[in-house]
């Protein structure tokens, strides 16, 4: 079957512009990640939904981060007043119900802030 | 607060030689832990988990509570082998913490 779909697979955008990474889970898994990948700074956990609901939003950055699912399904990312160091890999990831099942990751959305 | 640690950046092995990458973490319950791998322009994958004890394409990992290692082990390395190796632990509802990563290198 499908698998994790992100979209873009590229994205340029100048600095201080919104971007909206968007992220199609596998069919039936309840639980969607996102995760960011930097040189340096490795895989970094930025936020879980179980359902459409996120239970804990502390990973997130900063406030120019959000991000929301709806219907249960399909989960954007949105970064407002990009800059540089929002550059990076975002990847997206589902499990079937919780963070200790097999999470499948998406091909990821590269950033690149100018 | 939980932490996952993989000392070595880059491993460079000949093919056939024995391969060890070194994960240790640190959490106060009992962990949950895994080993993924990124080839070269494919997405990230899961290669193993300990609680499934499976080996997968000869690699093992050996949950260690004493030492709080979580090492990956293969006898004879392989060409296609080369790729990136996460160790990741879950705890709790969070999704997962994942160490920095080592780079695998199977020289011919």
């Known amino acids: 079957g499908a698998g994790v779909s992100q979209s873009p697979s590229n994205k340029v955008t100048e600095k201080g512009k919104d971007v909206e990474l968007r992220c199609d889970p596998i069919s039936g898994h309840t639980a969607l990640y996102w995760y960011r990948q930097s040189l340096g700074q490795g895989l970094e956990f930025l936020i879980y939904?179980?359902?459409?609901?996120?239970?804990?939003k502390s990973g997130l950055p900063s406030d120019r981060f959000s991000a929301e699912r709806t219907g249960g399904s399909v989960s954007t990312l949105t970064i407002q007043r990009t800059q540089q160091e929002d550059s990076a890999v975002y990847l997206c990831?589902?499990?079937?119900?919780?963070?200790?099942?097999?999470?499948?990751f998406g091909p990821g959305t590269r950033l690149t802030v100018l | 607060a939980q932490r996952v640690t993989q000392p070595e950046k880059l491993l460079s092995v000949f093919k056939g030689a024995p391969v060890e990458l070194k994960c240790n973490y640190s959490y106060s319950g009992s962990p949950e832990l895994f080993w993924y791998v990124q080839y070269s322009r494919q997405r990230l994958q899961l290669l193993l988990r300990h609680i499934s004890r499976e080996s997968i394409k000869g690699f093992t990992a050996d949950l260690n509570k004493g030492e709080t290692s979580f090492h990956l082990k293969k006898p004879f390395a392989q060409e296609e082998d080369s790729a990136m190796y996460y160790c990741a632990l879950a705890g709790g509802a969070d999704g997962l913490t994942f160490g920095k990563g080592t780079h695998l290198i199977i020289q011919p």
């Open positions: 990831a589902s499990s079937r119900d919780r963070a200790e099942d097999t999470q499948y």
């Open positions: 939904f179980q359902g459409n609901s996120a239970p804990d």
